[in-house]
């Protein structure tokens, strides 16, 4: 597939993410076995000292999380490609990630099959179907009709779909119709009191910015945004300047920024939204970030002013107020390292959730509570001849100011502040609400119409 305006490649040759993966790299040379290989580049590589004998004890198929780190990981020539094409923006199926809920969980909202997010651009949210909303049957095109009480259920009622073929989705928020299809993800949104932006492709990869009418966050102060962007992956860059440009075309005086649930993505892209978010600031650090290797070397890495048109660029003057949580992280963390470090943001302008206890004890994520998820390293992933791949973490992360946030993430030690959320994504997402009201309190900037 070609892309058109606004798209430039998101994973070509130097690319680099912060999931953290850096960069793909061809490696040089033929082995005795793909073993071999991951051998070497394991000691060439990777940022601790492993032993040889434990890396082939374990096995390519068992290297992460046990001689490697949770972030390393071994492909298949198959898997690799997926990996490839997902990251770019290809996507297939209808755009959820969907958890099973129990009664017992103690979630107000209810129990049963959650929809936890829905992509940009995807079948699923052009249907309207939204994040926080409980699935409870599926209709075939025949009328047929499924009962969904667990995430099997769920999986195998979309698996027997073929693509294209007509469904619906029963659900406590009313019913949605969609099909299976191959589409490009987009990955912000922007709302205001009175509309909402979402973009899209079309078919030839053109992106759109489409606008709605909408009182769905009629709670927001006038001159304020809300802006999410779910990942740092595809086309996310110039998706955030054609929004930062409807933005200040209509002269919006503040902004919500939410991160939160976003688990990182491509180090370029951080790079260029960096640029768009301190453009304006008259004293600003060139260093997005800087890594460091395990032989002491270290490498940095440039804010991307990949756009020189200024309409994009957010205002110096405009008070920014940032979402995260425990599922914040990587790129995400790194793009608030450069917030902080620039000045355009204090930790006392960053809210992180503090969860109810259901949720830390249905995720096991207690240790994690009212912080990011703290991941200050960084991976590069290698591939071979054979199309196989190795992701290995190869260095620590810093911000511009040198603050390597790794294990420890960022919260309410560092000045953040703290604000209830029941669950990670909720319907009517009282978290936001509640951010809302605690600026309006503190008599925040953005209240000013």
Request: glycine share 8%.
């Amino acid at each position: 597939m070609s892309f058109k305006k606004f798209y430039r490649p998101a994973a070509v040759a130097a690319a680099a993410a912060l999931s953290i993966a850096l960069a793909f790299m061809s490696a040089c040379g033929i082995y005795a076995s793909t073993l071999d290989w991951a051998v070497s580049m394991i000691n060439r590589y990777y940022y601790l000292d492993v032993s040889e004998d434990a890396i082939r004890e374990a096995g390519l198929e068992n290297l992460c999380g046990n001689v490697l780190d949770i972030y390393s990981q071994y492909y298949t020539a198959e898997e690799y490609d997926a990996v490839t094409a997902s990251n770019e923006g290809s996507r297939s199926g209808i755009g959820v990630s969907y958890r099973y809920i129990p009664s017992s969980a103690g979630f107000s909202g209810g129990s049963g099959v959650y929809i936890a997010s829905v992509l940009g651009n995807s079948p699923a949210q052009r249907s309207g179907l939204r994040a926080g909303t409980f699935i409870k049957e599926g209709v075939a095109a025949d009328g047929t009709r499924t009962a969904i009480e667990n995430n099997q259920d769920f999986s195998d009622f979309i698996d027997a779909r073929a693509e294209g073929e007509q469904f619906t989705l029963v659900t406590d928020r009313g019913t949605f119709v969609m099909a299976r299809e191959n589409y490009t993800m987009s990955y912000c949104y922007m709302a205001t009191d009175d509309g909402e932006w979402t973009i899209s492709y079309n078919s030839s990869g053109e992106m759109s910015v489409d606008y709605s009418e909408s009182g769905r966050y009629s709670y927001l102060p006038e001159g304020a945004a809300y802006i999410s962007l779910s990942q740092f992956y595809g086309n996310a860059a110039d998706e955030m300047a054609a929004l930062l440009k409807q933005f200040n075309a209509m002269g919006c005086t503040s902004l919500i920024f939410d991160l939160r649930n976003n688990g990182g993505g491509y180090v370029s892209v951080m790079q260029s939204l960096s640029h768009l978010f301190t453009a304006n600031l008259s004293d600003r650090s060139p260093i997005a970030m800087y890594a460091e290797y395990k032989d002491g070397s270290r490498t940095q890495y440039a804010v991307d002013g990949f756009t020189s048109d200024q309409s994009c660029y957010l205002p110096a003057d405009c008070p920014v107020t940032v979402l995260a949580n425990n599922g914040t992280a990587s790129a995400s963390e790194a793009l608030i390292g450069v917030l902080v470090s620039d000045g355009l943001i204090d930790y006392s302008d960053i809210y992180v959730s503090d969860f109810s206890q259901s949720y830390l004890d249905a995720t096991g994520t207690a240790e994690k509570n009212c912080r990011t998820y703290g991941k200050g390293i960084m991976q590069s992933t290698f591939t071979y001849y054979t199309g196989e791949a190795l992701k290995l973490t190869v260095a620590r992360i810093f911000w511009p100011d040198g603050t390597c946030i790794h294990d420890v993430g960022i919260g309410v030690n560092d000045g953040c502040n703290a604000v209830s959320a029941e669950w990670s994504v909720t319907y009517a997402d009282e978290e936001l609400q509640a951010v809302v009201a605690a600026l309006a309190a503190a008599g925040a900037p953005s209240q000013a119409a």
